[in-house]
Structures are given as C-alpha cells and as structure tokens.
C-alpha cells in the first residue's frame, strides 16, 4: 500500500474561520500527501492560506470538514511535529544551550539523557558546539536559523513544518541557510514541508510543490522538480530550472489576474 | 568562543581617529564640568545673596543654614530617627506594591474575561488622585504607620500591575505559538517565556517605584504622623522654621536617590 509510505495526508480539507463581520471560507477542499522523507514546498498567492495548512497539520488547528491524518492517525500527535517559523524567535536570556533543550524542558521525555546526548551531538555536527554557552546575540544570522533548526531536531519530530524561514534573512546569508538547512534535514532523514513566497526557493529545495490558488486555496497543480545537484544551490545551475520557473511564476499570476478581474 | 577582535592601542589609530577620540572625551569633560559648576553656582548665589539679605533667609534658608541644621539634628540623633521611620514606610509600601501589583498583573494575564471585566476599573484607579482617599484610608486601618504605608502602596500598585500587564501581553504572539507546538501549558508559557521577557519592563517599573513609593510615604506622613521625614517638613513649615524643611527635603533627595542608585545596580546586573 502506498498509504503506508505517507506522512501526511490531507483529504477534501475545508476550513472556515468566524470574524465579526464575516465568515471567512479559506481552504476549500485540499487534497495532497507528504511521502516520508521527502521535501514539499506550499506555494501560493499571498493570504491564500498557506500558514493556515501549518497550523492544520501542527495540530494547532482543527479542519472544519475533511480529514488529516499524521502517520495514519487521524488525532494529530504534537509530538511528532517540529515547527519553524519566519524568525528564529531564540530567547535572548537563555544560553544556546539553554535554547536548544527548551523543547525538552517542556516535553520531559522518558528517555531525556539520551535526546540531551542527541542534541549535543547535533551542536557538535553542526558546528555549533563552541558556542554552547553563549547568548544567541552574538550570533550571525544564519547561526541562530541553525541553532533554532537544531532545538526543533532536538525533538526528534518525524515532520518538519517550516514558515518562511528564511525570508527574514538578507539574500546571500539566505541561499546558505538554505543550503544548511536543507542538508541537515535531509541527512537527519526528514520529511519537511516549507512554506515560501519564493518560487526559486521552492524549486531548488523540493521533491514535490504545490501550487495553490488564491482564498479559498485549493490545490491547482504539483510539480516534481527532480533536479540533478545535492544542494539546492547546485540544483539552480539545472538547466530544467528556468522553465519550472517560469511555469510557476504564470500560474501564481495568473491566480492573481483572475482574481481582480 | 567567538574570537574577540584584538584592541587597538591608542597609538594604533589613525590621526584623524585620534582627533575625534580627544573631541569625545573633551565633550565629556565640558558636561561634567558644568554639571557641577551650574551646582556650585547655585549654592554659591544662594549663600551670597542671603548673606548680604538682598533674599530673605527666612522665607528661603540658605546653604550654611541648612547645614548647620542637619549637623545639630545629627548630634541629638532625631534626624537618624526620622529617617530611618520614612525609609521603613517606603520600603515596606514599595516592596508590598511591586509584589502584589506584579502578582495582579500575572492573574489578569492568565484570565482574558478577569481582564476585560477590570480593565475600566484599572484605568479609573490611575486616573484618580491617591490622596482623596487619605480620609477613608485613615478610616479603615487607623492613623498611623499602616496608613502611610497603605497610601504607599495605592500610589504604586496600579502603575505596577499596568505596566507589567501591557508587558505580559506585548509578548511575541508566534514566540507563544512556538511554545504551543512544543505542547506547552499555560503555566510553562509563562515561566519559560512570558515572565522572562518581561523582565526589562519589570527593572523600570521598579525605577518609577523608586520615585513613587516616596511620594506615597511623605503624602502619607502629611496626612498623618507624629515622626518622620514628611512629619519634620509639616512641622518645620508650620513652626515657620524653613531651615528644618530644606534639611529634611535634602535628607529626602539623598535617601531616594541612593534608593534610586541601588535599583540601577540591579539593573546593570541583569543587564550583563
């Protein structure tokens, strides 16, 4: 069964959500499924409703109708999710250190002493074991992206859900974080799924994208890049990249025209 | 370790930079200076001119005099005595107010209804003059110690719980949500997160306290005592005798800001 080798699973998922002047109708029947271990991107029209799938499959949110299922389960287990966001929102106050077992410290895990050991193995790997006990201040950019990338390994969650996060980066600290990024998730064995206003992005970190229409968001095609490079930044060198480009960047806007029209 | 760029001796530096180096430091020079000329001439204009009488020294004391008054107030021991009942008013309304206007803030942070409900309520307190209540203060618990130290604590206990509540709530709502992902309960959300951000807010609270729960003990010793700082200035003026009014008053502006000075050590402390 092929069912057995997906992560995530969204089936005929409608959300609504009550203001006080409206209801607002903002996923409307979306269907799509994460193979474990693969990379899909959500790309989409701005205020489509790509952080409201997130929060679908964080558990965070409950669909309004339709089903998703984590590991074949339908009661989504927040164990099994690590959540990235558009910052690396570290707490100043604590140390590095301090920052990466956070999760731990609120999760109290049975075996704690060996997911401690795998975070310090993880600091070690990543190069990041010299700055244990130092603030997160007097770190650069692209250092805190991976100490706060570390700390949601740290709980070894099976899915990987990232917000934009590197959009709060400057553009050459970026493309390496995303370099980093997505060879720490891939050598860990991840399953991750991205959220990003960057199309480039998209195409040159994923197995799998999907492109979504505007509110209510509906899934309007998936692409399969399989591009020829081990890092992303390789893979922009392909020469399949450009039209992907291109055809993700006519449907976005041809999702926007339509709208105003 | 981050390496540490070496520093430069001075000789390191470009002409230019040295130049700018000695503007910095003469600019320094020059504020200091005349922060405590502008001090000195002051005091100095204040002595001359009651000296040669062309102002008042009975309605406006002078330099010498309070001096003067201080050191025989020293040598009967009555100033130690003052103080000493001022500090312990304050300190006790400072240490009451912040405790409990912190804790308020905490209950009015975890319960979104409790907060709406109060709010209106919150504000109206602010807004209203402490010491029109002076009367139904001494009402209830008595003149006395207790009544200054109430006053104390009403001055400061509404600033309190609205400053760390406006705190509390400026919080980063996705820092939150990350919390909430990790599967964090209110109350980790709030020690491991809320409490400790808001720490900044909390030392300057404590700076405005400073200020306020001074104001809250001299009012209160206005309104009623028979010792004390505030009691000295009451009795000073009413005798007509301004010299122990400006003594008390400098004995005052010493005590907060040497109260003042240790909230800022505080605050370096935490800081680092």
């Not at chain 1, 701005?46 to 952080?51: D, V």
């Not at chain 2, 000695?22 to 001439?41: S, T």
């Not at chain 2, 103080?83 to 008013?89: A, K, N, P, R, V």
């Not at chain 2, 209804?113 to 504000?123: G, H, L, S, W």
Request: proline residues 3%; positive net charge; charged residues 20%.
């Amino acid at each position: 069964m092929t069912k057995t080798n997906n992560l995530l699973t969204f089936e005929n998922v409608n959300y609504f959500y009550q203001t006080k002047t409206a209801e607002i109708f903002a996923l409307n029947s979306v269907n799509f499924e994460i193979e474990k271990q693969h990379f899909v991107s959500l790309v989409g029209p701005s205020g489509c409703g790509k952080t409201t799938i997130l929060s679908l499959s964080a558990g965070l949110l409950k669909p309004s109708t339709g089903t998703i299922l984590l590991d074949g389960e339908s009661k989504i287990d927040t164990k099994k999710i690590g959540y990235m966001f558009q910052r690396d929102h570290l707490f100043e106050w604590r140390t590095v250190w301090k920052n990466i077992t956070l999760g731990l410290e609120i999760q109290k895990p049975k075996n704690l002493d060996q997911k401690l050991k795998l975070a310090e193995d993880l600091l070690k790997k990543y190069d990041l074991y010299s700055f244990k006990d130092t603030k997160p201040r007097s770190l650069s950019g692209g250092m805190r992206q991976r100490v706060a990338l570390i700390r949601t390994l740290a709980l070894e969650p099976q899915l990987l859900l990232l917000d934009e996060p590197f959009s709060a980066l400057d553009y050459q600290t970026r493309i390496s974080v995303c370099d980093d990024v997505y060879q720490i998730i891939k050598s860990e064995q991840k399953t991750a799924l991205l959220v990003t206003h960057d199309i480039s992005e998209a195409i040159s970190m994923s197995d799998k994208i999907i492109v979504l229409t505007s509110r209510p968001a509906t899934v309007k095609d998936t692409i399969f890049p399989n591009l020829n490079g081990t890092t992303p930044l390789k893979k922009r060198e392909d020469s399949q990249f450009a039209g992907l480009f291109d055809k993700i960047w006519r449907e976005l806007t041809n999702e926007k025209t339509t709208k105003k029209a | 370790m981050k390496k540490q760029p070496k520093k430069h001796k001075q000789t390191d530096f470009s002409k230019a930079h040295q130049t700018y180096i000695k503007k910095l430091k003469k600019d320094k020079f020059v504020v200091i200076f005349f922060r405590i000329f502008v001090l000195i001439a002051f005091l100095g204009l204040w002595e001359l001119f009651t000296h040669f009488s062309i102002i008042d020294p009975f309605f406006v004391s002078s330099p010498s005099r309070i001096i003067n008054q201080i050191i025989t107030l020293a040598k009967n021991g009555s100033i130690f005595t003052h103080s000493l009942i001022t500090l312990g008013e304050t300190l006790a309304g400072f240490a009451i107010a912040t405790v409990l206007g912190y804790l308020i803030a905490v209950l009015l942070w975890c319960n979104e209804k409790a907060r709406k409900i109060f709010e209106p309520y919150i504000v109206v307190l602010n807004s209203l003059p402490k010491i029109a209540l002076g009367p139904v203060i001494i009402l209830w618990v008595g003149a006395g110690t207790s009544a200054i130290i109430l006053m104390c604590v009403l001055i400061c206990i509404i600033i309190t719980t609205m400053s760390m509540l406006s705190a509390f709530l400026s919080v980063d709502e996705s820092k939150i949500l990350l919390l909430k992902s990790m599967n964090a309960n209110k109350w980790q959300i709030l020690t491991k997160l809320v409490l400790p951000s808001a720490m900044c807010e909390f030392v300057s609270v404590l700076k405005i306290n400073v200020g306020m729960s001074w104001v809250g003990s001299i009012m209160g010793e206005y309104l009623t005592s028979k010792a004390g700082l505030g009691y000295l200035i009451v009795y000073g003026g009413q005798i007509f005798k301004i010299d122990l009014v400006m003594a008390s008053t400098t004995i005052l502006c010493i005590l907060a800001f040497l109260m003042y000075y240790l909230v800022s050590l505080i605050e370096r402390k935490y800081r680092k």
